[in-house]
């Protein structure tokens, strides 16, 4: 299965990047998040290659949700945001990537990460992490097992560039993190995975379909991400809900808190 999520990631890393090539045009969806054709060329693509690999899977995806499509799900589903970090793409920065995840009974079972501007991608399933390495051709190249790191003396904080609020930054503050680093999209999870920072506060809005598949990485690496009840976060659908979709505050770690 691994080995298809990465190939339809790819896939839409290409049709991605030729947008980002020809220069995108945004659109503004009901809540006013950004949406650009490149978001939607990329979900297309990925819901092809994941209908047609595993046709009796239900996929729940970024636009398709946001327009009310959200399918019944009894069993094992894919979460995926075809790109993460649509700010960061419109501001021609490079940190923003794909995403997908399968989910098995809440929990993040497998995930790719994928980030096309900077040529690699992360993927998580049981307890093996690995960074890929991508060529301009969109071809796979070669990767290494990665782990998140000890606890180290002065932990680094890897905090949202565009989502940082005033309870990320007492967070910051109160557990003398001196060392942080800004950055957009799923990366932050990649980021503790590769043990390049150590924790990740997140107490802005999020949907299920930006973290799974990070955290499904993450997981994979040896952290774990933790709702406010330092329970480990869920993805489980209740259609009674009408913000179903959407996660609660969160902490994500290299080294578990003990």
Same mark, same amino acid.
């Given at each position: ?25 945004? *659109?503004?969806?009901?809540?006013? %998040? ?17 209908? /047609? #690999? ?9 636009? %398709? ?11 094992? +589903? ?18 923003? *990537? ?5 989910? /098995? ?17 992360? *993927? ?37 560039? %565009?989502?940082?609020?005033?309870? $990320?930054?007492?967070?910051? $503050?109160?557990?003398?993190?001196? &060392?942080?680093?800004?950055?957009? %999209?799923?990366?932050? +999870? ?12 997140? +107490?802005?809005? *999020?949907?299920?379909? &930006? ?30 809900? #009408? ?5 609660? &505050? +969160? ?8």
């Amino acid at each position: 299965m691994l080995e298809s999520l990465i190939a339809a990631a790819l896939s839409a890393g290409k049709e991605i990047m030729a947008v980002h090539a020809a220069g995108p045009h945004v *659109t503004y969806k009901n809540d006013c %998040s950004p949406v650009t054709e490149a978001d939607e060329r990329a979900e297309e693509v990925i819901l092809s290659a994941l209908s /047609r #690999d595993f046709p009796d899977i239900p996929v729940i995806a970024e636009e %398709s949700a946001t327009t009310g499509h959200v399918p019944e799900i009894d069993g094992d +589903f894919f979460l995926v945001d075809p790109l993460d970090g649509t700010k960061e793409f419109i501001s021609d920065k490079q940190d923003f *990537t794909v995403n997908i995840a399968l989910i /098995r009974k809440g929990a993040p079972m497998l995930g790719i990460v994928y980030a096309p501007a900077l040529g690699v991608a992360w *993927t998580g399933e049981r307890e093996t992490a690995r960074k890929l390495f991508i060529s301009g051709e969109f071809e796979h190249l070669s990767n290494h097992s990665i782990r998140c790191r000890a606890k180290p003396p002065m932990p680094v904080a890897v905090i949202s560039r %565009s989502h940082c609020t005033p309870k $990320t930054e007492a967070f910051v $503050t109160e557990n003398g993190l001196i &060392d942080s680093i800004s950055i957009g %999209s799923s990366l932050k +999870f990649c980021m503790l995975a590769e043990g390049a920072a150590d924790v990740y506060p997140r +107490f802005s809005r *999020t949907m299920m379909w &930006d973290t799974a598949a990070g955290d499904a990485v993450l997981r994979a690496a040896g952290g774990i991400t933790l709702d406010m009840a330092g329970l480990p976060l869920r993805y489980e659908i209740d259609h009674s809900n #009408d913000d179903m979709l959407a996660n609660p &505050d +969160f902490i994500a770690w290299g080294a578990p808190p003990r």
